[in-house]
C-alpha cells in the first residue's frame, strides 16, 4: 500500500475489486446527486490561513467526545450492507477504528450483527438506530445494543421516506439486490476476491434483523419486511420514548436545520450530528457545511455538535473543526479504504485523514485540536 497516498487512490481501487452494484451504492447519492457535490465542492472552497515560525513540533490530534478521549476528532459513520463490500466488513471496519482508537457506528442495516461484532472486537462501539414502526422489534434492538455495551445510540432521523438513488435502480441494488441479473452476474465473475471473502464471510444477510424476527430467514423476506417498516409517523414524541429504553449517551443524526437543532437540545440529546445523509436523501437540501456555522452559533454551547458529509482528507476534517464541529463523522472515505483492502484498507483511510490533519495543523501554526477555530481559515 506505498503508493496509496489519498482516500481517491482508494476508490479507484474499490471500483476495480467491487462489483458496480455494491460500488455505485456507495459512491452515488440521490437523485441529480446536486447535495453530494455540493457537500464535496463547498468544503474545497474553504481556503486556510498559512502561518509561518511557530513551533509545531508538538501537535497532538487527541480530543474527547462526548467526555471519552480519542486519538482524533474522527469517527467511523454507520453505513449499511457495509459486509456486502468485503466480507465481515463491520468487524474489518470496527477493529480498525479501534487500533486507531476512533470510535465505530455500526448501523442498523450492518450485515454483521450487533452481537457478531461485539464479539470480535475490544472495546465497545457505538450503535445507530433506525426507528421501524415495529416498535416492539425496535425495543428489542435497543435492548440488544444495552446487552452487547454499546457506548452511544446514533438515533439517525432523516430516512423516514427513503430519497431515490437512480444509480442502484439501474443496477439492480434494490432491496433485495438482483444479483442474478445476467449484467450483475458477469460482473461479478470478473471480481473473485470479492465472491471469495463474501462467500467465507459469517453472515450474508441484515444480521441485525435476519433471525430476529419470526419466519423470516432468507434475504428476500427480510428485505421485504425492511422496505415496509421505514416509519413516516416518526416525530420529536418518539424521542422520549427512546430516551426510556435507552440509558446511555443519545446521538441525534441528520440535522440541517437551526430549529431542529434546538430541539435536539430539549430532548435533552448529548450529540447533534450536522447531516445530509452524504447527500443521499434530500437533493437540493444544503451542503452539510454551508448549515454547520449556524448550528454551531445557535445550540453549540449546549449540545456537542458533530459533521458529516463529504470528508475526503484531513484537510476536510480540519475545515469542519474550524467551522465549530467538535469531531468529524467519515462515511465513503472509509468504505473504499474497505472495498480496496479489508481492514488494513480502513486502517490506511484513517491514517491519511490523520496524517493530513496532523500536516494541516502545522501548516496553519496549531498544536491542539482545541486551538482550532476560524482563525485557522483565510478571510
Ligand atoms: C450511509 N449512511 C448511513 N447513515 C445511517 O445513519 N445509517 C445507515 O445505515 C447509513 N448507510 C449508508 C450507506 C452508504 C453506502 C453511505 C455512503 C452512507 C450515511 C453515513 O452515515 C454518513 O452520514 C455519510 O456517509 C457522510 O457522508 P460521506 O462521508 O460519505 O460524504
Known amino acids: 500500500m506505498k503508493y496509496i497516498t489519498c482516500i481517491e487512490d482508494l476508490r479507484q481501487i474499490h471500483k476495480r475489486k467491487v462489483p458496480k452494484m455494491f460500488f455505485d451504492y456507495v459512491d452515488h447519492g440521490s437523485y441529480a446527486e446536486e447535495t453530494l457535490r455540493a457537500n464535496v465542492d463547498d468544503l474545497k472552497r474553504i481556503k486556510f490561513r498559512q502561518r509561518i515560525l511557530v513551533d509545531i513540533s508538538k501537535r497532538d490530534l487527541a480530543t474527547t467526545i462526548l467526555g471519552d478521549t480519542y486519538a482524533m476528532p474522527l469517527i467511523l459513520a454507520p453505513v449499511g450492507s457495509t459486509g456486502m463490500q468485503y ?18 457506528t455500526l448501523s442498523t442495516m450492518s450485515i454483521c450483527s450487533i452481537e457478531d461484532v461485539a464479539g470480535n472486537v ?7 438506530l433506525y426507528v421501524m414502526k415495529d416498535r416492539g422489534f425496535v425495543k428489542a434492538l435497543i435492548e440488544r445494543a444495552i446487552a452487547a455495551k454499546c457506548s452511544a445510540l446514533v438515533l439517525t432521523v ?5 430519497g431515490q438513488r437512480h444509480q442502484d435502480i439501474k443496477n439492480g441494488m434494490t432491496v433485495p439486490p438482483e444479483i442474478f441479473r445476467p449484467k450483475n452476474l458477469i ?10 471473502g463474501i462467500l467465507g464471510a459469517k453472515q450474508r444477510n441484515f444480521g441485525n434483523i435476519a433471525g430476529h424476527l419470526p419466519g ?6 427480510v428485505s421485504a419486511w425492511v422496505a415496509s417498516q421505514f ?10 420514548w427512546i430516551r426510556s429504553i435507552w440509558p446511555g449517551k443519545l446521538i441525534i443524526k441528520g440535522i440541517l436545520d437551526v430549529e431542529d437543532a434546538r430541539e435536539a437540545v430539549k430532548v435533552g440529546a448529548e450529540a447533534l450530528v450536522v447531516s445530509n445523509h452524504g447527500g443521499r436523501q434530500l437533493d437540493g437540501a ?7 456555522p449556524e448550528i454551531v452559533h445557535t445550540v453549540g454551547s449546549h449540545i456537542e455538535v458533530m459533521f458529516d458529509g463529504g470528508i475526503r482528507s484531513g484537510q476536510d476534517v480540519m475545515r469542519a473543526l474550524a467551522l465549530g464541529a467538535r469531531s468529524c463523522m467519515i462515511g465513503r472515505a472509509y468504505i473504499y479504504g474497505l472495498g480496496a483492502f479489508g481492514g488494513p484498507g480502513v486502517s490506511k483511510a484513517i491514517d491519511i485523514i490523520g496524517r493530513e490533519l496532523s500536516t494541516t495543523m502545522g501548516l496553519c501554526g496549531v498544536n491542539a485540536i482545541n486551538q482550532i477555530d476560524e482563525k485557522v481559515l483565510a478571510e
Open 158 to 162: 432523516d430516512l423516514q421516506v427513503i
Open 187 to 196: 460482473d461479478i465473475a470478473t471480481k473473485p476476491g470479492w465472491v471469495k
Open 286 to 292: 444544503p451542503s452539510s457545511i454551508e448549515v454547520l
Open 122 to 128: 475490544e472495546k465497545p462501539f457505538w450503535f445507530q
Open 216 to 221: 423470516s430467514k432468507d434475504l428476500e423476506s
Open 231 to 240: 416509519d413516516a409517523s416518526l416525530n420529536w414524541k418518539d424521542i422520549d
Open 87 to 104: 466480507g465481515d466488513g463491520e468487524i474489518h471496519a470496527c477493529r480498525a477504528a479501534q487500533a486507531a482508537g476512533i470510535p465505530y
